[in-house]
């Protein structure tokens, strides 16, 4: 391949990252830098390729050690948008549920174990990356 298609792929990749929201896209799409750096510096295909899975490696074990110091104080990746209404999938147990918002699933728990299981809710609050809903 060519500087041109490595550094297509890597783009491709980390516009993909946009859509998914974990980062290990974007380490993969910052990974094809170096077969493109390779490919510049006019090297064989293996070397290329090697680049490619070497810098996959490097960049994905950032990034896992990135989550796993992650601190559980820090801002969830859930909506904040108190008040708005949610439609529940499946309650999981008397408290936990799977609901839908925004177009993405989330885990929510009941405010009170005492509320009724319904099929909406409204959310009061986001604990630790989970919505806190209201069903009444």
Avoid: C
């Avoid at 099929?119 to 609050?125: A, F, L, N």
């Amino acid at each position: 391949m060519d500087f041109i298609s490595w550094s297509v792929f890597g783009i491709l990749f980390i516009l993909a990252e946009s859509a998914i929201g974990t980062s290990y896209l974007m380490a993969i799409g910052l990974a094809f830098i170096y077969p493109a750096i390779a490919d510049y510096a006019e090297l064989s295909g293996e070397l290329q390729y090697a680049a490619l899975i070497l810098g996959t490696v490097v960049h994905t074990l950032i990034v896992r050690l990135l989550h796993k110091f992650k601190r559980p104080g820090d801002a969830p990746s859930a909506p904040t948008d108190v008040g708005q209404r949610i439609e529940v999938i499946e309650w999981i147990d008397e408290g936990t549920a799977r609901v839908s918002y925004l177009d993405k699933e989330w885990l929510a728990d009941k405010a009170a174990n005492e509320m009724p299981d319904a099929d909406h809710g409204i959310i009061k609050s986001v604990q630790y990356g989970r919505l806190v809903i209201t069903t009444q």
